[in-house]
């Protein structure tokens, strides 16, 4: 599921790349996410980790990193959490997309992943120190 959320972003993304303004920005993509049943938070840990590990090594200058938020306030739902993924740049954000892509280890990573969790929303982001 991480994987079609991702393509649909993005295609999304590539239709405002012109129009995409530079300013000591990092580009935050949030997915909305649940634990699958039988599936636990240090699964997830896991699977994460593989993730950021691989992409920091197939990504040109690397600096990517993944979170997994979860609620303090809020909806408590058991097992729904938020995946942040960081990137330094919309150019390194494109090319994690497509990192995994007829790579054997990444293709493991997404199917991993839509065997822990399912994603129902996602959203790209510019973000700004301030």
Known sequence: MKKILLRVTLACAAIGICSFAYAETTIDEVFTCQLNEGKTMD??????????????????????????????????????????????????WTAAKSATSGNAEGEAIDAAFGAVTTCTESGLYSSESS
Do not use: C, Y
Not at 71 to 92: A, C, K, N, Q
């Open 43 to 92: 699964d997830l840990r896991e699977v994460n980790a593989r993730w950021v590990k691989f992409m920091n090594a197939n990504v040109e200058g690397g600096n990517i990193s993944g979170n997994i938020v979860t609620t303090i306030v809020g909806d408590l739902t058991p097992g729904r959490f938020l995946f942040v993924d960081s990137f330094p740049s919309l150019e390194s």
